[in-house]
């Protein structure tokens, strides 16, 4: 298999070979054939050069030169002219000042290391699953058992660890938790609502038509409003469900619809012979379902469910608006205090770069593993 | 066959009646089903009487009555006339007004930026195609929400109205939002508008005469010259003749105002930037992928047939190419219309701001979630609905 | 219908009695009747189109008849789910397609059914797998997956697919179609003695060398119906209708 794919990439591995010879061979010579080939070509070139001369020059002054990283601490607090004199660049000290609060929340100060640890096992446990050698039936029991384990870590209240209530998490660490439970609890019941999609049995085909329809008409936001305001009104009396728990299934609704169409694009995608096949030895269809439709059909549409966790990541940025402390609230709320005010700029940015280490991440995953299932389809 | 049907006797009455009745393929999907409804319905009634209960306890009459009742909500940007003595119901009508007004502008520019900058991707100058490539990226992976905040937080540190930014003569961008100047409107420029607008309609209408009489007689019609009469000339003409004026309401700064011209607010202004920005990010991946769908093949296919290159585009390379963005750019759209509602968060009052505002003063919060959702799936459906009737059109019969 | 094999002594595999199918108003199926004995090797031709292939699909129930009876093995194809069950594990099929699992090993493919279906234990179910590997003549394939694999050598696994299921009846869906001339011999001799060891097969093929071989009995179907049936002498011999005729004389053409 391996040198299958080898004897294919290799074509594609002698031109990028080929490429700094070229460079080597001459600079001006590239230059010439990728900048300047035209008048036109010649123009574009110049004038994206001077833009990015101009704007380029400014950022850096504004980010690096003229930037202020430390403010002195006084009495009541950092003092914080130097980030508001006249002519100065970014206040980098608001970051250093507030980064842990941006990444942990209001968490107890003494306590944050658990968090931190959090942080590290979810990337561990991301890391672990796009692994293609890992990707067997453990690896949903390593999950189970690395969520059982944040858990603890987060709530504590055993094994000498003090308890912290769900209302003191936020920052990066709640981001991630949001974001992974969504996942892990959608993406089963997604394949469930894609599966009876494409049943034949008329009304539980109608009633998952008319729940992916209606979720994915709406905006997220209408969601979380619901949870937020709705849903104590439609529980019994007494019950009185977490703000997080409220908003975390709200958006496990939404992500489940949203993965359910791209599971039911891998189901259509499977030859109908291979129902036929499973049906003439005896398979039921569960039996049918779970042995041969779903490794098959899920296999091929890794890539765009890839596409849609990274949709799904940012969009936990929404839980800001019914006032939980994600990543994004987090930031926001860092600049409050009237020292900060006015650094927002700078603590958006700073999270935007964790944001986007994330999701360039994942996407950049998924076109690696797009292009290998396109070499496999290409033999 | 006696033997057969004796076979058959004895492996039916080695079933029981009740078992056979239950493994009947029919009977079996019919307790399928009943049971998924019963679980429905029952969650529903369910949650209907917890409902019931709760509104009782606290003494919230549920009902759309008080969409009749003075609202006292003040709304900043209205497109229709109102004012805080108006109803729930003209106030909802406004932020509906707003959504879509956002979202149509949005949508618009996002179209032209994303289909540059996707273009832009397969140019063959490298660092056009490199700076459009990090554009793509920077832009998709960072949340909206947060660009929003970004943006509304950067137009708030402009220099208010007295020493507003300048950029071009009459144009302002102060932390009030951005002015430019318009045309004084009169009844002239209506009509010129309406001229414009029909002769558009005949301009296509022309050219598709033309093709077809380029494919049927086998020489070029020149279409240049009939398409400025009609879109240049004739709309001039009626504008002159009608005495249209072509004085621009210019904006000017005055004291802590800016009086003239249009100004938007900075909420919008942050929002359709927000808007824009990011989803041409993802409409430009849409349009490069649609264009590198054509397969080499076909430029190599055309070209030796010895078609000229500006034929290729709009006779081979457009058409298969608008096949593969339609789709995708239709749920693009979609995607806009519904990340528009992200102005609650930045103070923009579109139809979720107004209706949580609406909660917040009157309990009717089942209903107006109810609202909120309703006009949102009437926007995706009437979408998804214009789309699919266009997507039909230029759509290839595939065997 | 008479059949060269004395239903008297032997047992009936496959009763299909005035069957009729319609797709929408295309009537594909119209009163056909057909009795196959336990142990006989019927051949089924006939243009496309004709409705062979809905023939023996409707014997397992991968399409539906609306009119006349099918029993298969004593048990009848109907609504209840229990008799389907049965019906599918006494069944096995061999399609155009190939249609093996291509996420599976030739092994695994050989042994799901087994181990889900009749509950044997994987130790058995490879043994049993194995020798019938060996059987059609690809036993050192077993860890490969079918992608690995030429055409003859997929359609000889599926042959074997269906085997490890211990069925009594074999229906071949025109297994040498989709394959290239040189591999269609090797999936026929597999064909071929599988039918030497008794198997019941009812086969839809235009393979004329291996009806001649093997078949007790080859039946022409055209636009539907059962034109003429008998041996494989018989009906290539002297064909009796023109619509076979023409159709011999087509597929003589071709080969």
Redesign the interface.
Same mark, same amino acid.
């Given at each position: 298999m391996t040198a299958l794919v080898e004897h294919i990439v290799n074509p594609t591995l002698i031109e990028a070979r080929e490429r700094p010879e070229l460079i080597g061979g001459g600079f001006f010579a590239w230059a010439r054939e990728k900048l300047f080939y035209s008048w036109l070509s010649s123009l574009t070139t110049l004038v994206l050069l001077a833009a990015m001369a101009k704007v380029g020059i400014s950022l850096f002054q504004w980010a690096f030169l003229d930037a202020v990283w430390s403010v002195p601490a006084g009495p009541q607090g950092p003092i914080t002219d130097s980030c508001r004199a006249l002519g100065s660049g970014a206040c980098w000290a608001v970051i250093r000042e507030k980064y842990r609060f941006i990444l942990f929340g209001t968490y107890p100060f003494e306590q944050h290391w658990r968090p931190a640890i959090v942080i590290a096992l979810f990337v561990g446990l991301f890391v672990v699953s796009a692994m293609k050698r890992f990707w067997r039936i453990e690896l949903a029991a390593l999950w189970g058992l690395m969520l059982l384990l944040i858990g603890l870590l987060m709530w504590g209240g055993i094994f000498g660890l003090t308890f912290v209530s769900q209302a003191n998490w936020g920052g990066l660490a709640l981001t991630l938790i949001i974001a992974t439970i969504g996942v892990a609890i959608a993406f089963p019941l997604s394949v469930l609502v894609a599966l009876g999609r494409r049943s034949d049995l008329p009304f539980i085909k109608w009633l998952c038509v008319a729940y992916v329809e209606v979720i994915r008409g709406v905006p997220l936001i209408t969601l979380l409003f619901m949870a937020s305001v709705m849903f104590p009104l439609l529980m019994p009396e007494g019950v009185n469900l977490d703000k997080l728990v409220r908003a975390q299934i709200a958006i496990i609704l939404f992500f489940a619809a949203y993965l359910a169409e791209v599971v039911r694009g891998g189901l259509q995608a499977l030859?109908k012979?291979?129902y036929?096949?499973?049906?003439?030895?005896?398979?039921s269809y569960w039996?049918t379902s779970r042995?041969?439709v779903l490794?098959?059909a899920l296999?091929t549409v890794i890539p765009p469910l890839v596409n849609n966790f990274i949709g799904f990541f940012k969009d936990t940025s929404l839980v800001l608006i019914i006032g939980l402390y994600d990543l994004l609230h987090s930031a926001q709320v860092a600049v409050a205090e009237p020292a900060w005010q006015g650094f927002g700029v700078e603590t958006y940015i700073f999270a935007g770069l964790i944001y986007f280490a994330f999701c360039f991440a994942m996407s950049r995953y998924s076109q690696w593993l797009e292009f290998g299932l396109n070499m496999l389809r290409h033999? | 066959?006696t033997?057969?049907n004796n076979?058959?006797q004895?492996?039916n009455r080695r079933?029981t009646m009740l078992?056979?009745f239950v493994?009947?393929?029919?009977v079996?999907r019919f307790i399928w089903q009943a049971l998924a409804a019963l679980a429905l319905f029952g969650s529903v009634f369910w949650l209907a009487a917890n409902l019931h209960h709760n509104l009782a306890a606290r003494n919230i009459a549920s009902g759309f009555g008080f969409l009749t009742r003075e609202a006292g909500l003040p709304i900043a940007e209205h497109l229709i006339a109102y004012t805080p003595a108006d109803s729930y119901f003209r106030a909802l009508l406004v932020g509906t007004l707003n959504t879509l007004s956002v979202a149509f502008w949005s949508i618009i520019l996002a179209t032209i930026l994303g289909t540059a900058i996707g273009v832009a991707r397969t140019s063959k100058n490298w660092l056009l195609a490199k700076l459009s490539s990090i554009y793509v990226d920077l832009f998709r992976d960072v949340p909206l929400l947060l660009q929003l905040f970004l943006w509304y937080t950067i137009l708030q540190k402009l220099p208010p109205v007295r020493q507003a930014l300048n950029p071009v003569a009459g144009v302002f961008l102060s932390n009030r939002g951005l002015s430019f100047p318009v045309v004084d409107w009169q009844a002239a420029h209506g009509w010129t508008l309406l001229a414009f607008v029909l002769c558009l309609l005949a301009t296509t209408l022309y050219a598709k005469r033309a093709s077809r009489k380029q494919l049927e007689e086998g020489r070029a019609k020149s279409f240049w010259p009939v398409a400025i009469i009609l879109l240049v000339i004739i709309p001039l003409v009626v504008g002159f003749s009608l005495g249209a004026s072509t004085n621009l309401d210019m904006p000017q700064p005055k004291g802590f105002n800016i009086r003239g011209g249009v100004t938007v607010s900075p909420e919008f202004f942050a929002l359709l930037v927000g808007l824009v920005i990011y989803n041409a990010a993802f409409i430009a991946e849409i349009v490069r992928s649609g264009l590198e769908s054509v397969g080499r093949g076909q430029h190599e296919a055309a070209r030796a047939l010895g078609l000229h290159p500006k034929n290729i585009l709009t006779w081979i390379v457009f058409p298969q190419a608008l096949r593969v963005i339609v789709p995708p750019l239709t749920s693009q759209y979609l995607n806009v219309t519904k990340g528009s509602s992200l102005a609650v968060a930045i103070g923009y009052q579109d139809i979720v701001s107004v209706a949580t505002t609406s909660m917040n003063q009157t309990g009717q919060s089942i209903e107006l979630v109810g609202v909120i959702m309703g006009v949102y799936l009437t926007i995706s459906l009437s979408i998804s609905l214009l789309m699919n009737i266009y997507n039909a059109r230029v759509a290839l019969v595939e065997r | 219908m008479i059949a060269e094999t004395d239903?008297t002594t032997k047992?009936?595999a496959v009763?299909i009695q005035k069957v009729n199918k319609w797709y929408g108003s295309l009537h594909v199926l119209r009163d056909v009747d057909l009795d196959v004995a336990a142990g006989e090797r019927v051949v089924i031709c006939g243009p496309s189109g004709s409705g062979k292939s809905t023939l023996i699909r409707c014997i397992?129930n !991968?399409e539906e008849h609306q009119q006349g009876k099918i029993?298969v093995d004593?048990?009848?194809v109907d609504?209840?789910?229990?008799?389907?069950?049965a019906i599918?594990?006494e069944?096995?099929?061999v399609?155009q397609?190939?249609? !093996?699992?291509?996420?599976l090993t030739v092994l695994e493919n050989c042994t !799901?059914?087994p181990m889900?279906?009749r509950g044997v234990a994987r130790p058995d179910a490879e043994a049993q797998a194995r020798a019938y590997l060996e059987r059609v003549r690809i036993p050192d394939q077993a860890n490969k997956f079918p992608?690995q694999l030429s055409g003859g050598q997929q359609q000889r696994v599926a042959i074997a697919?269906?085997l490890c299921?211990k069925p009594k009846i074999m229906l071949f869906d025109e297994p040498t179609s989709a394959l290239d001339p040189e591999m269609v011999k090797e999936v026929l001799d597999t064909m071929v003695s599988l039918a030497k060891d008794g198997m019941t097969m009812i086969c839809v093929t235009h393979e004329m060398g291996f009806a001649r071989e093997v078949a007790d009995r080859v039946v022409f179907m055209d636009h539907g119906q059962i034109v003429e049936s008998g041996s494989p002498h018989s009906v290539f011999g002297q064909p009796r209708t023109d619509r076979l005729k023409l159709f011999l004389g087509q597929v003589l053409r071709e080969h």
């Open positions: 030859p012979g291979q036929e096949a499973a049906y003439v030895l005896g398979l039996q042995r041969i490794p098959q296999r033999r | 066959m033997a057969l076979d058959i004895a492996h079933a078992g056979s493994s009947n393929v029919a079996r | 239903p047992a009936t009763s397992n !991968l029993v004593g048990i009848q609504h209840n789910i229990a008799h389907l069950d599918r594990r069944v096995g099929m399609f397609s190939f249609n !093996l699992f291509p996420h !799901l059914a889900l279906v992608g697919r269906a299921m």
